[in-house]
């Protein structure tokens, strides 16, 4: 009996993580993420929602407290939390992204299908079409090498960063307490 739920338990694991269409990435803002580090007392939080399905990007994020007002924002890719990298998005700001202001919110969905979803030097650099572009950011962002980036008059080169990392979607979190369940089970049993 035991074999069978943990069979079960293992099966609906896989069926769960092969029908994930949506992958969340969200981070939290601050100016002690920056490289170098700053003092920023400015806050806030982001997360990223990419559908494979519709090959979109949503961006949604809110932040408040900053001591500049906004330049710029976009999410930069690089070697991972304490490492620069270049802008992979829009340059040289996300569309509608509230500029000139001290604290603020965003919500805008792109269409990754389109090149003006991206920093045109981050395509010609990753493969030189839309789609390994899409790949390479979507795998940066996976392997946590991604960050959303606020720069600001006061601090050009970013006021607050939030590093960028899956959240666990309901499913997976399912099948791995089901699978934590049958572990559990079998190690009992063999106690």
Not at 20 to 33: K, M, N, P, Q, T
Not at 41 to 46: K, L, N
Not at 85 to 96: D, E, K, L, R, Y
Request: hydrophobic share 40%; proline share 5%.
């Amino acid at each position: 009996m035991k074999l069978r739920f943990w069979s079960l338990a293992t099966a609906m694991g896989m069926s769960a993580f092969s029908m994930a269409h949506v992958e969340i990435f969200s981070g939290v803002f601050s100016g002690l993420s920056e490289v170098p580090p700053n003092a920023s007392p400015a806050s806030g939080v982001t997360t990223v929602t990419v559908d494979l399905d519709l090959i979109t990007m949503r961006v949604q994020s809110s932040f408040s407290g900053l001591i500049g007002t906004t330049t710029a924002s976009h999410i930069h890719v690089g070697g991972g939390p304490g490492t620069n990298g270049g802008v992979a998005s829009q340059t040289p700001s996300f569309v509608g992204f509230p500029l000139g202001v001290t604290s603020g919110t965003y919500d805008h969905t792109f269409d990754m299908a389109q090149a003006s979803s991206y920093n045109a030097s981050y395509i010609a650099g990753n493969g030189g079409t839309v789609s390994s572009a899409f790949n390479a950011l979507l795998n940066a962002l996976r392997q946590g090498r991604a960050y959303h980036n606020i720069h600001t008059s006061a601090f050009p080169g970013g006021e607050i960063r939030a590093d960028l990392q899956a959240v666990p979607e309901p499913a997976s979190m399912a099948a791995m307490g089901l699978a934590l369940i049958g572990l559990v089970s079998r190690r009992r049993k063999k106690s």
